[in-house]
C-alpha cells in the first residue's frame, strides 16, 4: 500500500462522536474551522452528524449510527469496532510525514492504535491527544479511587460494564502512552484526572476555555428578552427575573437539584417574578417534565438552535449550572458571565478555575438545595433592587471573560503549543 509523503503540514484532527452534541463538539467545530484558515485542515469521525451537514473536509466512517445506543451509547459502544478500523484505514492512507494528528477521547485512541497497524510511520509522529475527561467505563476504577466519578455514575452498570471493556481500554492505554507526544487538556482539573489515569504522561493545560466574542452577541437584555418571547411564546414580562439552565439534560448537570431549588422558593413567597428557562435536551427531559408540570414559573425550551442561543442568555439576569465533578468548564458559563448575568455554579470541579466566588459569580455546593437557594434568592432581590453590587458582578464577570477567555486567546495559546511538540 502506497502513503503520500512528505509534503505541506497538516493537521488531522480526530473527534470520533458528533452524533451528540455538547460543549466538546463545539469547541472542536470552531476549532477545526479555525484552522482551516492557517492550516491544511481535515476532520475524521466515526459517524455523519447533522452539525456537519455544512462543512468542508469531513471525513466519516458511515452515515448510520451504531446500534443500541440506548444501551451502551456512542462511545463505548462494541459493535462500533468495524467502523473505527473503517475510519483508521480512511487516516492511515491519507497521512503524511510531517502531519500533526490531533485527537480527542476514547474512541479516537482505537483509531490511533488500528491506524498504526496500517501505516507504522504514524506512530513517529506529532501526536497529539486533548484530553476532556478519562474515558468514566474503561477507567471506572482509576477514577473512582482518585475521587473524580461524580455520584450518580458510581452504579452498578458502570461497576460491571468496566470489565467488559478491558481491551478496549488495554489498546487506548497502549496508544495514549506509546504513539501520543503531548497531551493537552482545557483545565488544571482534568490535568489531574488525566494524570491519574495516564501515570507515564507528561499532562499539560494548553489553553483555557473560551466565548466566541465575535459570534456571541447581545444587543441589550430587552432586545434578548424580545426575541425569546417573540420565539416561545412563553409570557415573559420586563419585570420577571429570569433565571437560566443550558446544559444537556442529564442527572449530572444538577438540573433536578435546580428544579426542587425553585420549587421550595416558590413555597417560601416573595418572589413572585422569579421565572425559570430550561434549555438543552438529554435522558432526563421525561422525568424534568414531569417533576415540573405543575410549576407556573418554569418553562421547559428543548434544544436551542445557534440563532437563538445568545439571545437566550441575554435575556437572562441568572445563570445557574451545578454540574457534578463537571470535566472542564463548561463552557456555558463563560457564557453565562459574558452575557452579564449573575453566574451561579458548582464548587468543585471545572468551575472553580472559571468564577472567582462573590467577585465574578457564586460557587455554591451542587447537593446543597440550601446554598443553591441563598444564592438564587440574593440575586433576585440585588436585580429587583437594581443594586450596585449585582451591576459590579455583572459588570467584572463580562470583563474577565473578554480579558482571558477570549476564542482569540483559547486559539493561539493551542496553536502556539501544538506548533512546539
Given amino acids: 500500500m502506497k502513503f503520500h509523503s512528505n509534503s505541506k503540514k497538516r493537521i488531522l484532527f480526530v473527534h470520533p462522536i458528533f452524533s451528540v452534541y455538547g ?72 497521512y503524511k510525514t510531517g502531519d500533526v494528528l490531533f485527537i480527542t477521547n476514547v474512541p479516537a485512541s482505537l483509531v490511533l492504535y488500528e491506524a498504526v497497524k496500517i501505516n507504522p510511520k504514524i506512530k513517529y509522529g506529532k501526536n497529539i491527544f486533548l484530553s476532556f475527561e478519562p474515558d468514566r467505563i474503561l477507567y471506572y476504577r482509576e477514577v473512582k479511587e482518585a475521587g473524580y466519578l461524580p455520584e450518580d455514575l458510581d452504579t452498578l452498570k458502570f461497576r460491571l460494564a468496566s470489565p467488559l471493556f478491558f481491551n478496549w481500554k488495554r ?17 488544571d482539573y482534568v490535568t489531574s484526572q488525566t494524570k491519574a489515569v495516564y501515570r507515564n504522561k507528561k499532562v499539560k493545560k494548553a489553553t483555557e476555555m473560551y466565548v466566541d466574542l465575535d459570534k456571541f452577541k447581545i ?9 425569546i418571547e417573540n420565539h416561545f411564546k412563553l409570557g415573559l414580562k420586563n419585570s420577571d427575573v429570569i433565571v437560566l439552565s443550558q446544559s444537556r439534560i442529564e442527572r449530572s448537570k444538577g438540573i433536578l437539584e435546580l428544579v426542587d431549588t425553585i420549587k421550595k422558593i416558590n413555597g417560601e413567597g416573595g418572589y413572585e417574578n422569579l421565572k425559570l428557562l430550561i434549555g438543552g435536551r438529554g435522558n432526563l427531559m421525561d422525568e424534568l417534565k414531569k417533576e415540573t408540570k405543575d410549576m407556573k414559573n418554569v418553562h421547559i425550551l428543548g434544544f436551542i438552535p445557534n440563532e437563538l442561543l445568545h439571545h ?93 477567555f477570549s476564542f482569540d486567546n483559547f486559539y493561539k495559546t493551542l496553536i502556539g503549543n501544538i506548533l512546539k511538540v
Fill in 219 to 227: 444587543k441589550s437584555k430587552s432586545d434578548s428578552r424580545e426575541k
Fill in 171 to 187: 489498546k487506548d492505554y497502549f496508544a495514549v502512552e506509546n504513539y501520543i507526544k503531548e497531551v493537552f487538556t482545557l483545565s
Fill in 312 to 404: 437566550l442568555y441575554g435575556a437572562a439576569d441568572i445563570f445557574v449550572a451545578l454540574p457534578r465533578k463537571e470535566t472542564g468548564g463548561p463552557l456555558t458559563i463563560l457564557e453565562g458571565m459574558y452575557a452579564q448575568a449573575i453566574t451561579i455554579s458548582s464548587n468543585e470541579g471545572g468551575p472553580p478555575e472559571l468564577i472567582k466566588n462573590g467577585i465574578t459569580g457564586y460557587l455554591v455546593s451542587p447537593n446543597s438545595t440550601k446554598e443553591i437557594s441563598e444564592k438564587i434568592k440574593k440575586s433576585y432581590l440585588m436585580k429587583m433592587n437594581n443594586t450596585e453590587e449585582y451591576k459590579k458582578i455583572t459588570r467584572l464577570a463580562k470583563e474577565e471573560v473578554v480579558k482571558k
Fill in 23 to 94: 460543549g466538546a463538539e463545539k469547541l472542536m467545530l470552531d476549532l477545526f474551522r479555525r484552522t482551516k484558515k492557517d492550516f491544511e485542515s481535515e476532520m475524521y469521525t466515526l459517524y455523519y452528524a447533522d452539525c456537519l451537514k455544512n462543512e468542508t473536509r469531513v471525513h466519516w466512517a458511515t452515515k448510520n449510527s451504531p446500534k443500541l445506543t440506548n444501551i451502551f451509547g456512542f462511545k463505548t459502544n462494541p459493535l462500533s469496532y468495524t467502523y473505527i478500523k473503517k475510519l483508521a484505514r480512511m487516516i492511515a492512507e491519507d
